[in-house]
């Protein structure tokens, strides 16, 4: 499956200046910038809710400039936060008039419905929420699509906001902290990390001419014990990875830790010669952030270098062939991809 185009909306601006500033966490989260929405009817965009405009904000210029023939999201929330609003009003309006726009943008396929419905786009339309695998579960039903489908584009992508009601869960669960910063992020020796939220989108085929990358390999599974991790990785490198030069290693670390054994396996059976690239004090983290470390993916391999702020060890790699990710979410669900030149 490859790569011809993508796009991405995070705390940063990803689009232009990418990285001349690092934008700053506040009490503990980095919130995406809010994308110009140009062509939507204002009656339709002012019932929209974040995780909505950021999933528009990136897909439409792509499904503008493309004929797809199917859209596909990962997302573990969609709009929560208009779900809780919802439920909100049932309390105070007793069961009664209920306004039906919180409603309809609450569910998680809202994302997916109004891309669609802006861009008229009737063909496949689906939603992956697998929580932290929700945006390689997308991809792997794009993959299966494009086999069964010769010839055809779909639209993937991963999206998710911070909303109020989850983050207070998560909070009270010891996920995120509100002391830390992700200034010195990697550096605090304690448990919990940042939250964020972000979209990004990828226009996919089975064309290999004029591609950005070519997605060799998407791999999932559920585990606590860092030896089943081991083990799969190297299993995964001995069996996608013929030669690791040319390579770096985009690493999902976040701060807390409880995970840094889990990635310091990884980067141990890759090889201490990989450079090893990290992103969550750029995102913060969220249960689709692993779209915005494809998309990373995508600009190394098209651009042959990233920044030297994003590299955690030294390194003199002058050319990128292929990029290894690994993710973790919540201590237990894990996710590796493998992207070629």
Known sequence: MYIHRHTCISPQPTETSFLEAVTPSAEGKLRAI???????????????????????????????????????????????????????QIIDYEEGLLTPASFVQS??????????????????????????????????????????????????GGVDEISSYNYNIDRLAGWYDTQKSNADLYMAETNATIAGEGAAMFVVKDDAREAVAKLEAVEIFHTTHKDEVESRFRSFLSNEVADVNHTIFISGENGDRRFLPFYATCEYAIGSSIPVVRYKHLTGEYPTSSSFAVWLACRALANQ?????????????????????????????????????
């Open 34 to 88: 809010e994308p110009v929405l140009e062509g939507v009817p204002p009656s339709m965009l002012r019932r929209m809710s974040k995780a909505v405009r950021m999933g528009i904000g990136a897909g439409l210029p792509l499904l503008k400039e493309e004929n797809i023939d199917g859209i596909i999201v990962g997302t573990a929330n969609g709009g929560m936060e208009d779900c809780i609003n919802f439920l909100n």
């Open 107 to 156: 569910t998680p396929n809202a994302i997916a419905g109004q891309l669609s419905l802006i861009t008229k786009n009737r063909a496949y339309n689906a939603t992956h929420v697998h929580n932290g695998l929700a945006f390689e579960n997308a991809l792997i039903d794009a993959s299966m699509l494009i086999k069964e489908n010769a010839g055809k584009s779909y639209l993937v």
């Open 305 to 341: 270098a990233l920044p030297d702020k994003l590299y955690k060890n030294e390194h003199n790699l002058t050319r990128i062939d292929q990029v290894v990710i690994y993710n973790l979410y919540q201590g237990r669900q894990h996710s590796f991809m493998l992207l070629k030149k």
